[in-house]
């Protein structure tokens, strides 16, 4: 359904975290293609129009192929920082007020770069999204779950010097068949070095990986989590627990997980006492960033008061200190003030 300029304004203000978002997914195509030119980089493609037509997928697969290719434009530092930046600028827009974003460095490292290059690019974008818009940003150390564990070792051997300039690790990329309970020592080692805990489960793969996930890997947050509502004694637990679940509306529409964002369980989740998240996930390839996200929802018919609760939510979920959290609170209890009868 339609819905006013009024609520999508406020749906873009309301003060919100995204919390699951990698930023070479908001590698837009033009900036792609200036990076091919800056860089000296060849693509297999036809100019914008050629790269623009392939932002189409059947299935998470085809998705990551097009991702990991277009991934092997990112050389510099400059590169990283630009990427970060230019989402950084985006999320502000969209009422942002704290980011926790994905990165893989294996998949950089595998391309030739060194992890210290790739880091400091992408601290130096978070600087100047700081700087410009006021706006926290932190960086989850993503694992790709489809390459060798000693892999991710091998990344945790790199990172650890500078651990304390993470905030999390994550795992991602293709699910099925890469069951959480792969990477148990690595979890194990990555909660040793003081980084908090997230994983990709339960939106290709079964509501097991769900489990496997708390259980094995003793994640604080699940990314996706929408085969949770396969199970409903998980779905009593991660409410009971208040283990968040960051949902990523446009990504599971794009990706075929489900044939409408009305059909994205998030409803459901809600009334049973689930802290949802709504997120963007790759922006640039799955139609839109996160205030999209949101009015998407309104679209399909969720009310502006649940919208207002997952908002919340996302507050309550993120790493960030209770201080950061607090101030959080109170900036969208002045947004549920300014827009009360959007809320009624």
Known sequence: MAISTRISQALQSLPKTELHLHIEGTLEPELALRMTERNGVTLPFN???????????????SFLDLYYQLMSVLRTREDFSDLMFAYLTHAHKDGVR??????????????????????????????????????????????????PVESAQTLLDA?????????????????????????????????????????????????????????????????????????????????????????CPLSSLRLQVVDDVANVPIRQLLDAGVRVTVNSDDPAYFGGYIARNYTAL???????????????????????????????RAELDRWKAEYADLLA
């Not at 100019?47 to 697969?61: M, P, T, W």
């Not at 509502?229 to 960051?246: C, F, K, N, Q």
């Not at 679209?299 to 959080?328: H, Q, R, V, W």
């Open 98 to 147: 704290r980011a926790e974003i994905f990165f893989d460095p294996q998949v950089h490292m595998n391309n030739g770069l060194d992890y210290n290059l790739v880091l400091d690019g992408l601290q130096d974008g978070i600087a100047r999204g700081r700087d410009a818009y006021g706006i926290d940003a932190a960086l989850i150390l993503s694992v790709v779950r489809d390459l």
């Open 298 to 328: 309104a679209e399909a018919g969720l009310p502006m008061e649940a919208l207002a609760t997952i908002a919340g939510n996302s507050i309550e979920a993120c790493f960030a200190p209770e201080e950061d959290k607090a101030a959080m």
């Open 47 to 61: 100019g914008l129009d050629d790269l623009r037509s392939r932002y189409y997928f059947a299935d998470l697969q």
């Open 159 to 247: 990172a650890a010097p500078r651990a304390n300039e993470l905030l999390a690790i994550g795992l991602d990329s293709a699910e099925v068949g890469y069951p959480p309970e792969l990477f148990e020592q690595v979890y194990e080692r990555a909660a040793g070095m003081g980084l908090h805990l997230a994983a990709h489960a339960g939106e290709e793969g079964p509501s097991e990986y769900i489990r496997q996930a708390l259980d094995v890997l003793h994640v604080e947050r699940i990314d996706h989590g929408v085969r949770i509502v396969d199970d409903p004694a998980l779905v009593e637990r991660v409410a009971a627990e208040g283990i968040g679940l960051t949902v």
